[in-house]
Structures are given as structure tokens and as C-alpha cells.
């Protein structure tokens, strides 16, 4: 029997490697995929799309923020994605949770407990550090807003992440191969899903719940 793939992205090689020797030693073999960026993750989702977990650094090339978390979720909902990073905060380890995340490992954790919460994760837990206090600091209005990025498509989510970088219509075009008009269009739509009226809007609520810096009105 082929062994199930987990795909573990980093852009520091040394932890992925923690992360392999960690993987390596849960009882049933796996075969680890590895990634630098959230375009490599993606590469490699598109060629195995039955991965069995994706383990997602917060912060590496090509995922701001949790904009990689909403895209690969909004992609392929029926891979976990599991949040590695380095912020251990109990607000950041909610809102990924929020965000659809079914768990979150500090980078601090020990290779032991590294392999609990991928273990729980693959038998369909949801898993957090137990020394979190993860209802300290809820926010509806923030659990309302990562509802609704969730209610974003793929692409969605990435003419909302270039909106957050401050790119015109034009330039998301081009960044996506698309035309103008298709990009208009997306837009219209990611602001309507969002609840508000504007391009500053929505940044100001990417900003919000740590998704981009709030940056000034765009044109069209």
C-alpha cells in the first residue's frame, strides 16, 4: 500500500527537517513532500491532491499572513492544514483556528509534542497548546469576518491578498493572466461577501484580523 503524503512547508530547512524526523516517527509510515513557499505547496497539492495533511509555516514566501491557510482550504477543504509558527499568542492561534486551521504547532514545541498534535490531527482532532487560553480574547465581529473569507474561492482569495499588497486592477490582471474585466468582477464579489463597500474596506478588514497593514484607497 502507498504510503499517505503529508506535505510539510517551510522556508527554513532546519525545521523542516525537525518536522520530518518528527513525522517519521508517528507508527504508521508516511511519505513526507517538502515546500519552501505556498506556490510549491500548491504544486504539489495539484500533483497529489489526496495529500493527507499539509503542515503551513505561518510566515513564509507567499503566505501573508493567513492568506495561504484561506487559499488552500478554499481549494482542497478536505486536506487538514495544520499552522507551524514561531507567534504563540493566544488571539493568532484562535484566529487560524477560526480560519480553518485544524491545529496549531508553536516552534518552540518539542519533537514529542510535535508528534501528538500530528497525530491527533490525522485522527480528526482539532489541536492547540494545552497551555493556551483560547477563549481569553473572542471577538465576534472577528469570528463573523473569517466566516465570511472562508465563503471565498481560490482566486478570490488571492485578488484579496494583491489588494492587500496595494496592486491595482491592472496589475492583479496580469499577476493572474486574466483579463481586467474578470478581475472588476472578482472583486465585486470578494467585497460583497465581505459586508462592505469599498477596496479600503476590505484591506482594513484583512488588517484586522492579520491578513494585510491597512493601506490607502486603490484605483480601479
Same mark, same amino acid.
Given at each position: ?25 508517528l507508527e504508521t509510515l508516511r511519505k513526507v513532500e517538502m515546500a519552501g513557499d505556498l506556490t510549491q505547496v500548491?504544486?504539489?497539492?495539484? %500533483? ?46 484562535? %484566529? ?39 477563549? #481569553? ?10 466566516? %465570511?473569507?472562508? #465563503? ?55 488588517? %484586522? ?11 480601479s
Open positions: 500500500m502507498t504510503p499517505e503524503t503529508i506535505i510539510v512547508a517551510d522556508d527554513h530547512p532546519l525545521f523542516r527537517d525537525a518536522l520530518r524526523q518528527a513525522i517519521e516517527g500548491e504544486a504539489l497539492l495539484r %500533483r497529489d491532491g489526496d495529500a493527507e495533511l499539509v503542515l503551513l509555516d505561518l510566515n513564509m514566501p507567499g503566505n501573508n499572513g493567513f492568506a495561504g491557510l484561506l487559499v488552500l482550504r478554499s481549494a482542497y477543504p478536505g486536506i487538514p492544514v495544520v499552522i507551524v509558527s514561531a507567534t504563540e499568542d493566544a488571539a493568532t492561534v484562535r %484566529r487560524a483556528l477560526d480560519l480553518g486551521a485544524s491545529g496549531y504547532i508553536p516552534k518552540s514545541s518539542t519533537g514529542e509534542t510535535i508528534r501528538e498534535a500530528i497525530g491527533r490531527v490525522l485522527e480528526g482532532e482539532l489541536w492547540a497548546p494545552p497551555d493556551i487560553d483560547l477563549d #481569553s480574547d473572542l471577538d465576534g465581529e472577528e469570528r463573523d469576518l473569517a466566516a %465570511r473569507l472562508r #465563503s471565498l474561492t481560490p482566486q478570490q482569495h488571492r485578488v484579496l491578498s494583491m489588494l492587500g499588497e496595494g496592486l491595482l486592477n491592472k496589475q492583479i490582471a496580469h499577476e493572474l493572466g486574466v483579463s481586467e474585466a474578470t478581475v472588476k468582477a472578482h472583486v465585486s464579489a470578494v467585497l460583497l461577501k465581505l459586508g462592505v463597500d469599498s477596496r479600503t474596506q476590505a484591506v482594513i478588514a484583512m488588517a %484586522r484580523i492579520g491578513l494585510a497593514s491597512p493601506a490607502s484607497d486603490s484605483a
